[in-house]
């Protein structure tokens, strides 16, 4: 099973990216597909999550900046990320709940994290 994301980068402030993560074939029945982030000497934070039926949440810190999307045909998520400012700086990483043709029970399941640089 695997995740791949792309789209990350460095970007001037007030720019925007758009951060993209396929799951493998091997994943079926998706649940929620979101986005997540790291920065340097914090904790891992919720960014943007997608339920299968499409009801999003956002962290505070981006809402009305970004938006997730999902294409369940492509079992694909994305994040458009606009406005950019400093502090967006971090790696991202993809999340996935998921069933697997190896695994029936619902897991979690992390990308390797692509990183995002917002500079001033």
């Known amino acids: 099973v695997q995740l791949v994301e792309s789209g990350g980068g460095l970007v001037q402030a007030g720019g925007s990216l758009r951060l993209s993560c396929v799951a493998s074939e091997n994943f079926y029945s998706i649940n929620t597909m979101g986005w997540y982030r790291q920065a340097p000497g914090k904790q891992r934070e919720l960014v943007a999550v997608?339920?299968?039926?499409?009801?999003?949440t956002y962290a505070d810190s981006v809402k009305a900046r970004f938006t997730i999307s999902r294409d369940n045909a492509k079992k694909t998520v994305y994040l458009e990320m606009g406005s950019l400012k400093p502090e967006d700086t971090a790696v991202y990483f993809c999340n996935v709940n998921a069933r697997t043709l190896t695994r029936i029970l619902l897991k979690d399941y992390w990308g390797q994290g692509t990183p995002v640089t917002v500079s001033s």
């Open positions: 997608i339920t299968s039926g499409g009801t999003t």
